[in-house]
């Protein structure tokens, strides 16, 4: 895939971003690219005609966005069904989604412009809420669909089934359906294991389980997860991606699947996710 046309989505909130964007824009004019920018991206760097990154997924081949992991979660969020692949340029520790150090946004341009990146089919996650006769529309992860009691501190109480089937009953202070990519984020904090990202599974994590035998389970990607909040005494909260908490009435099923359509995340050529996963956890080998 050869991008014609560039979106720009930054984090305005880190330092020097506005200096690092305007340089990254000028470089991909120096390979004559059509550059847009997303709308608070182009205020701080005193452009104008700033869009929505809905409306950038609309208009662009490509969308790279400058800051860290969150960012592109919360650009992936806002896309809905219009998926485009992204291109993460970090500021700040290196991150599992991200590909290239700000730093070398010059070699990270030459490489989009001359068609050197590669990338990686994700998974997204889709969950629906449904009570009784009513059903949300689709929402989207990329990471991960968090079952918690939010700001109280209380166990949860959830039933989960996959295809139908019973799994358990966990009593956690969470449960997490992950996703491939989710796998090293908060599945891993919760003790989960770390999963290729295209591995083609999903997995099934509580977060400090009162039953000690409760584990992390790894479902097949085309598994069907129905989550039913069974405590009848306290509400429950569904997260994805860290993004505002949804409050689950009584009685609600959550239904969590693969969506359809996968996000096209880019990586160098040279860069794998091994070598990511080396580095961010300071796997050197053996001591002896």
Known sequence: MHPKTIGLVAHTGKAGVADLVNAVAEEFARYSMSILLEKETAAIAGREDG??????????????????????????????????????????????????????????????????????????????????????????ALNDAVLS??????????????????????????????????????????????????????VITPICPHVLTNRSIIVAETSIIEIEASDPDYPVFLTLDGRPPIHIERGSIITIRKAKKTLPLAALPDVSFFSVVRQKLKWSGSNV
């Open 51 to 140: 869009q929505t990154v809905p409306e950038l997924g609309n208009a662009t081949d490509l969308l790279v966005v400058v800051g860290g992991d969150g960012t592109i979660l919360h650009v992936a969020g806002q896309l809905g069904d219009n998926i485009k692949p992204i291109f993460g340029l970090n500021v700040g520790s290196l991150g599992f989604l991200t590909c290239a150090n700000s730093n070398a946004y010059r070699e990270a341009v030459e490489c989009i412009a001359k068609d050197r990146i590669n990338f990686s089919q994700r998974t997204l996650l889709e969950a629906r809420v449904r009570l009784g006769e009513k059903q949300t529309g689709k929402m989207i």
């Open 149 to 202: 009691r939010g700001e109280l501190s209380r166990l949860v109480l959830v039933r989960a089934r996959v295809n139908g089937e019973a799994l358990t009953e966990f009593n956690a202070d969470g449960l997490i359906v992950a996703t491939p990519t989710g796998s090293t984020a908060y599945s891993l904090s919760a003790g989960g294991p770390i999963l290729d990202p295209e591995s083609g599974v999903l």
